[in-house]
T-cell receptor, first 111, second 113 residues
Framework: GQQVMQIPQYQHVQEGEDFTTYCNSS?????IQWYKQRPGGHPVFLIQ?????EVKKQKRLTFQFGEAKKNSSLHITATQTTDVGTYFC???????????FGTGTRLQVTL | DAGITQSPRHKVTETGTPVTLRCHQT?????MYWYRQDPGHGLRLIHY???????DKGEVSDGYSVSRSKTEDFLLTLESATSSQTSVYFC????????????FGPGTRLLVL
């Protein structure tokens, strides 16, 4: 079945440093979504990418969808303590009404 | 936040007992999902529903059943709970399925002793 892997599993950065998480699928995706989960909270939708090579920005966050639509990345510029949490990607192959979530990347930011 | 509630929020039960978790939405969204979240596995889909009385299995459906008799309610039942079903369970809703945003409920922490 479809597998979605994320790397790294965990990253610890100092406030102000950049952070990137990568999402890789074993199959071509029709779309990919990104979610953020704060410690003790529930996942919250960040963004959706649909087009090959698409790049979207939300303030300090930059999201990319690969040309082959099998990988994606989330880059945070100048991290802040409010960025702490686990970031999940979720993709769909277009053949079923369900998303497959990645394993997540937990980000820790210290002063 | 979208109008999604889950009950109970916390539950401790014993192996072999039946358990039912409830997800209730006030958004009138068509799609509803049950996920479980475990360390190292992310979110894994248990079952989902694409309409009243229309449900389908996810990747980890063994040992679970669901029912949706009304648009607003999606029930997850563990017929005979096992320790491997100790987890955090999240319900999610979506207006347009996989191409739409999924809104998650607050989660239910289940401990099976």
């Amino acid at each position: 079945g479809q597998q979605v892997m994320q790397i790294p599993q965990y990253q610890h950065v100092q406030e102000g440093e950049d952070f990137t998480t990568y999402c890789n699928s074993s199959t071509t995706l029709s779309n990919i979504q990104w979610y953020k989960q704060r410690p003790g909270g529930h996942p919250v939708f960040l963004i959706q990418l649909v087009k090959s090579g698409e790049v979207k920005k939300q303030k300090r966050l930059t999201f990319q969808f690969g040309e082959a639509k099998k990988n994606s990345s989330l880059h945070i510029t100048a991290t802040q303590t409010t960025d702490v949490g686990t970031y999940f990607c979720a993709g769909n192959t277009g053949t079923a009404s369900k998303l497959t979530f990645g394993t997540g990347t937990r980000l820790q930011v210290t002063l | 936040d979208a109008g999604i509630t889950q009950s109970p929020r916390h539950k401790v039960t014993e192996t072999g007992t039946p358990v039912t978790l409830r997800c209730h939405q006030t958004e009138n969204h068509r799609y509803m999902y049950w996920y479980r979240q475990d360390p190292g596995h992310g979110l894994r889909l248990i079952h989902y529903s694409y309409g009243v009385k229309d449900t389908d299995k996810g990747e980890v459906s063994d040992g679970y059943s669901v029912s949706r008799s009304k648009t607003e309610d999606f029930l997850l039942t563990l017929e005979s709970a096992t320790s491997s079903q100790t987890s955090v369970y999240f319900c999610a809703i979506s207006e347009s399925g996989i191409l739409g945003t999924q809104y998650f409920g607050p989660g239910t922490r289940l401990l099976v002793l």
